[in-house]
């Protein structure tokens, strides 16, 4: 291509994973003029699940920053323009990058922008993207089947044009989208804060969740005075050097030995076919408080890991998730949960079920308790297990065994090496 002529190419965003239909910009790492380099990291987007980086599909410079930081833009719109003058590729006005992992798609004809008042600012318009699947999450789009409702019949009036489901329940009453609703009256006494990215997502995967699978409950109160123990001899030997061994580790390690004679806590149920799926692998989820709201990671092929090795991955995956850069591959596939309620000062805790999962134990605060101990009263550290499981796949006689056996390898920490 001659010198001086300019090729202007659109990098809409991409879809960056199970189906998400929206991301919200944190925070551009580039301005208009600057130069960038391929794959050189352009912004930071959040989705449902994690702050994800997005890199640069062409070598050029930037000619306009398209979408705003805290602006939530739809998959598929346009985010940045950049001249690529200079490429073999004829000069196109919209250009659809070819990501690693990321399919090419269809341009939308406008994208949805808002202005510091949260109004949609002139030229946007909602609805969905003509000749493209109408957008929708999958909640929505298995209520427009269950009502026998093409999508594309309905006007959404969600980010991006997304259907949410108060377009749906106003296409079945009236046939058409109804108009939006008045905005709530206000009371000065009162604050408002937008949901949205992680929380959002935790929010309705916990209503999925509790609408989906039909949960109970078991909880176990042991003595675990002498993994306390074990666990401070651990933090002075040189084997764990380098590595902070905690309780949570070692309830970590109890849970994935117990699984070997309980596989049903550690399997998953198939809507289409009605099957249990038993997972012959245990991908460990830790829940973590981060910045963006509750997440939770999982420790790939636990099963393999060592005390020390699990204790090593688990300390640097709450670290990222506490830092939002958890990528999207750690937040998916999780076969079993632990979170520890007891960090909190709690004695125990009824957990929600992580969606897909059959189990979650919550570890309970240790505490310092008169207790039953070789015929005698004395003063031992108690904790109360709790364990929430999914009744399709697991009866109580199986969660109360598999608790118990949790516990006995608390109580008695020899069978961590015992069971190897």
Not at 9 to 38: N, S
Not at 93 to 108: D, I, R
Not at 345 to 362: Q, R, S, T
Not at 364 to 386: K, M, Y
């Amino acid at each position: 291509m001659p010198a001086g002529v300019t090729e202007v190419r659109r990098f809409l965003l991409p879809d960056l994973g199970e189906g998400l239909t929206e991301a919200e910009i944190v925070a551009w790492h580039v301005v208009a003029g600057d130069q960038v380099a391929l794959n050189q990291v352009l912004v930071e987007v959040e989705t449902e699940k994690a702050v994800v980086e997005l890199p640069s599909p062409y070598a050029g410079t930037v000619v306009e920053v398209l979408a705003g930081a805290g602006e939530t833009v739809a998959v598929g719109s346009p985010i940045v323009a950049i001249d690529a003058g200079g490429s073999d590729a004829g000069a196109a006005s919209e250009q659809v990058p070819v990501l690693v992992g990321y399919g090419p798609s269809a341009p939308p004809p406008s994208r949805r922008r808002r202005n510091g008042r949260g109004r949609h600012e002139e030229g946007s318009a909602p609805g969905a993207r003509s000749g493209s699947r109408p957008l929708a999450a999958p909640p929505v789009r298995f209520m427009a089947r269950q009502e026998g409702i093409d999508l594309a019949d309905v006007t959404g009036r969600g980010p991006g044009g997304i259907v949410t489901r108060e377009d749906l329940a106003a296409h079945l009453v009236t046939g058409r989208a109804a108009a939006p609703p008045a905005a709530p009256e206000r009371d000065d006494r009162e604050s408002r804060t937008a949901v949205r990215g992680v929380q959002k997502h935790m929010a309705e995967a916990m209503v999925r969740s509790v609408t989906t699978a039909p949960q109970a409950c078991v909880f176990l109160s042991c003595d675990v005075t002498a993994t306390m123990e074990l666990v401070e001899r651990l933090r002075a030997h040189r084997h764990f050097e380098g590595v902070r061994i905690t309780p949570l580790a070692v309830v970590a390690r109890a849970m994935v030995l117990a699984l070997r004679e309980h596989p049903a806590l550690n399997s998953s149920w198939d809507e289409a076919t009605s099957e249990m799926v038993t997972k012959h692998y245990v991908h460990l989820g830790i829940a973590v408080a981060g910045p963006l709201g509750l997440v939770v990671p999982n420790v790939k092929d636990a099963q393999e890991m060592t005390l020390r090795e699990l204790t090593g991955a688990m300390a640097d995956l709450a670290a990222r998730a506490r830092s939002a850069r958890c990528s999207p591959a750690e937040l998916r596939g999780g076969t079993i949960t632990l979170t520890n309620v007891g960090v909190f000062g709690v004695d125990a805790g009824v957990p929600i079920l992580n969606p897909g999962e059959a189990a979650i134990v919550a570890l309970g605060a240790v505490q310092r308790r008169p207790w039953e101990h070789d015929g005698q009263v004395a003063l031992r550290d108690v904790v109360t297990l709790s364990l929430a499981f999914d009744h399709r796949l697991v009866d109580g006689q199986a969660a109360a065994r598999y608790l118990a056996a949790v516990g006995e390898i608390l109580a008695d920490p020899t069978n961590l090496i015992a069971l190897g």
